[in-house]
Nanobody, 121 residues
Framework: VQLQASGGGLVQAGESLRLSCAASGRFFRHYSMGWFRQAPGKEREFLAAISRRGDTYADSVKGRVTISRDNAENTVYLQMDSLSPEDTAVYYC?????????????????WGRGTLVTVSS
């Protein structure tokens, strides 16, 4: 499985951004996809995950972030609204070879390289 995240960039506080993650592989629709982020000097943080069973969000972003997927395109998206400078980080997508969603980073087997999001005040 290979993952390619895109959509990052520089935005102003209060704006929205949609990240994309394109995955290779035949069994994409059977797997869970997750989004994480890592700010400078901080641990990698779970944001959201989705599978055919449903989705789950971190409390810190719930209501402001929406995860979705297009199985026909093997792509997962992360819509982020009301961005603030605290959202500045490298955003990563990841695959878990299970359809049970989880926030546990260690359960994801494949990771993309990440896309940088910078939010200016």
């Amino acid at each position: 499985v290979q993952l390619q995240a895109s959509g990052g960039g520089l935005v102003q506080a209060g704006e929205s951004l949609r990240l994309s993650c394109a995955a290779s592989g035949r069994f994409f629709r059977h797997y869970s996809m997750g989004w994480f982020r890592q700010a400078p000097g901080k641990e990698r943080e779970f944001l959201a995950a989705i599978s055919r069973r449903g989705d789950t969000y971190a409390d810190s972003v719930k209501g402001r972030v929406t995860i979705s997927r297009d199985n026909a395109e093997n792509t997962v998206y992360l819509q982020m609204d009301s961005l603030s400078p605290e959202d500045t980080a490298v955003y990563y997508c990841a695959v878990r070879t299970s359809d049970i969603v989880t926030s546990r980073r260690e359960l994801y087997s494949y990771w993309g390289r990440g896309t940088l999001v910078t939010v200016s005040s």
